[in-house]
């Protein structure tokens, strides 16, 4: 008999980041101090910073569905949207406050998942996409037409967002909404990393790999589907909301499928199934895309463009499967130093 | 449960695609403990059966009635949940996934464990440990930690049956459990198959003649979707009838 099945263990190939050696927890260190760095030396930047937490965070519900749960969807930015709408308008009708128009754009974008979820999840594959981009569409094209709504080509004006717990104002600097955006970032990050870990995320790889193994041992693979893609969705529309809170405008763009493709290749980027892909996809993204913006406004879309063939056709994984070979083979250099 | 009853009764069992009748009022019992093969020639309707008794068909007609409860028109993932549990003709397995979580995640899902995201580490233990368990006394658990994609085809045959028993099944449809697995590795299956426990209705779908005769105490002959006899297998060896339409026009 081997030794106490380890819990943490080899189950998900795409689990590794933090798991397995002793010091496997300090890894997380260095994600989340690089972005608490961010907040002291950023200065200008740092309203970038804050639109980089975002994008992180809408990534993140995007590997929920389609990297663990294999939901090929190409409509998260339906969510995104309609939670920023909806953070937006309920500031502008019914109250300022952050956290209560967090909170709802959170639930509406849930509300929205379920009801769509529910509709669609019985396809799979290439129908399933495509019914994923004809419900984005729809809203996109409903978020344009419903005019005295959403402000239509113009965008959601007059968003006033009261201070944070009522003590700290929403700065023109954007030093209080980055550091919102990143406590918001850490608990959706935490409750994801639970999941995935957990025997219901377990099922939803399980799902991904062979519905039909899963269904033979009784799961009821819809319903984990429409759960998952719930989640996914409230996690998207609690991005849009900070992102309508923090920028305190919404645009049409927001509904835009190019939102949900920009995520994709973040994700791409960044390594699909790993929780930390989206992070340093995402935030790498942001940065070369602002970084080649200002080389050149007119060309920066090749330097991502080639950036995306290059990672897909040499790194397995994307830049988390560099950062694996970068540790392994530090860890190689430095000998004995970690058995010492 | 009630020791008399049959754990699984089919009353005519019927099913169509258009003009093709794949299955044409089948009855067959399954007392608790039963051993039954059945055999027919290719096209005899033995998978369309199958799907119907799982539930990947809908029958046009007829019950099937598992524990005394009618599961007629249940879906395939409420029968498992009820007892009736398969393996697949053709390996569906987590390739990605270690032998060890494979067999947890129905540990999991028969514990109706696997909604859980909050506080669930000592439940999933617990699914780790009878996994571990289920995987030694099929004689793999040294691969536990292994992908299921690294195996060879015999062992990821064991791990469907370990998978099926884990999931405690009343009645369990084993659809044709060495196929692809090579002579060589053959006698594992064997050995596996013969320790199922004694309690369990099995149905045994088989191309093997020698496995089923070796395997099943009563067998039942499919051709064209009827049940054309069922016997013993010395009475099915023996009957012209069988002779003639399975085993050969040249033993004839």
Redesign the interface.
């Given at each position: 008999m081997t030794a106490r099945p380890d819990i943490s263990g080899p189950a998900l190939a795409s689990l590794r980041f933090g798991g397995g050696s002793r010091f496997g927890w300090a890894w997380h260190i260095l994600p989340w101090g690089v972005a608490l760095a961010t907040y002291f030396l950023a200065g200008a930047y740092l309203t970038l910073g804050t639109a980089a937490l975002e994008m992180i965070l809408f990534t993140l519900s995007i590997d929920l569905a389609l990297g663990y749960a294999g939901i090929i969807t190409f409509g998260q930015a339906a969510f995104f949207g309609v939670g920023a709408y909806a953070a937006g308008l309920l500031s502008i009708h019914l109250t300022p406050d952050p956290i209560l128009g967090l909170l709802f754009g959170t639930a509406i974008g849930a509300l929205l998942g379920l009801v769509t979820g529910a509709l669609i999840l019985h396809t799979e594959g290439v129908t399933l996409m495509m019914l994923t981009l004809a419900i984005a569409s729809m809203i996109g094209a409903f978020g344009e037409q419903a005019g005295d709504l959403t402000g239509g080509d113009n965008g959601l004006q007059g968003i006033h967002i009261s201070p944070l717990f009522g003590l700290f104002p929403f700065d023109l600097w954007g030093s209080t909404a980055y550091l919102y955006a990143l406590g918001v970032l850490f608990l959706w990050f935490i409750a994801a990393w639970r999941i995935v870990r957990s025997p219901f995320g377990r099922s939803l790889d399980g799902i991904r790999q062979s519905p039909r193994r899963m269904r033979a041992i009784g799961t009821p693979v819809w319903w984990r589907l429409v759960a998952i893609y719930t989640l996914a969705a409230a996690m998207a529309g609690s991005a849009g909301a900070l992102k309508a809170q923090t920028n305190q405008f919404v645009g049409l763009d927001s509904l835009d499928l190019l939102v949900s493709g920009t995520a994709l290749v973040m994700l791409i980027l960044g390594g699909t199934r790993r929780l930390y892909g989206a992070f340093v996809g995402a935030a790498f993204y942001v940065v070369v895309q602002n970084l080649a913006a200002e080389f050149d406004p007119f060309r920066w879309m090749f330097v991502i463009g080639g950036l995306l063939v290059v990672i897909v056709m040499f790194l397995d994984g994307g830049l988390m499967g560099l950062a694996d070979w970068l540790r392994g083979a530090a860890l190689r250099i430095l000998p004995g130093a970690a058995r010492k | 449960m009630n020791g008399d009853s049959p754990a699984l009764s089919v009353r005519g069992l019927s099913k169509s695609f258009g003009a093709l009748a794949v299955a044409q009022a089948i009855d067959l019992d399954l007392e608790p403990g039963a051993r039954v093969g059945l055999i027919g020639p290719n096209g005899a309707g033995k998978t369309s059966f199958v799907n119907l008794l799982?539930g990947m068909l809908r029958a046009d007609a007829g019950s099937i009635v598992l524990d005394g409860g009618d599961i007629t028109g249940l879906k395939?993932?409420?029968r498992?949940?009820r007892g009736l549990?398969?393996t697949?003709q053709i390996n569906?397995?987590?390739?990605?996934?270690?032998l060890?979580?494979n067999v947890?995640?129905?540990v999991?899902?028969?514990e109706n464990?696997?909604?859980?995201?909050?506080r669930?580490?000592p439940?999933?233990?617990r699914?780790?440990?009878e996994a571990?368990a289920q995987l030694?006394s099929l004689g793999i658990?040294?691969l536990?930690?292994r992908?299921v994609a690294e195996l060879p085809y015999g062992q990821q045959r064991l791990l469907e049956i370990a998978?099926a028993l884990v999931?405690k099944p009343r009645v369990l449809l084993l659809d044709e459990p060495a196929a692809g697995v090579p002579a060589a590795e053959a006698h594992a299956i064997h050995a596996a198959l013969d320790k199922l426990p004694a309690d369990i209705a099995i149905l045994m779908i088989e191309h093997d003649m020698d496995l089923v005769f070796r395997f099943a105490r009563r067998i039942a002959v499919l051709v064209q979707g009827r049940v054309l006899t069922t016997g013993t297998p010395r009475e099915i060896a023996a009957d012209p009838q069988v002779r003639a339409v399975y085993l050969g026009r040249s033993a004839a």
């Open positions: - | 799982t395939p993932e409420a498992v949940r549990v398969r697949h569906t397995l987590l390739m990605e996934t270690s060890r979580d947890a995640i129905a999991a899902e028969r464990f696997a909604w859980r995201f909050l669930f580490t439940q999933w233990r699914c780790l440990a571990e030694a658990d040294e536990a930690d992908k998978i999931l």
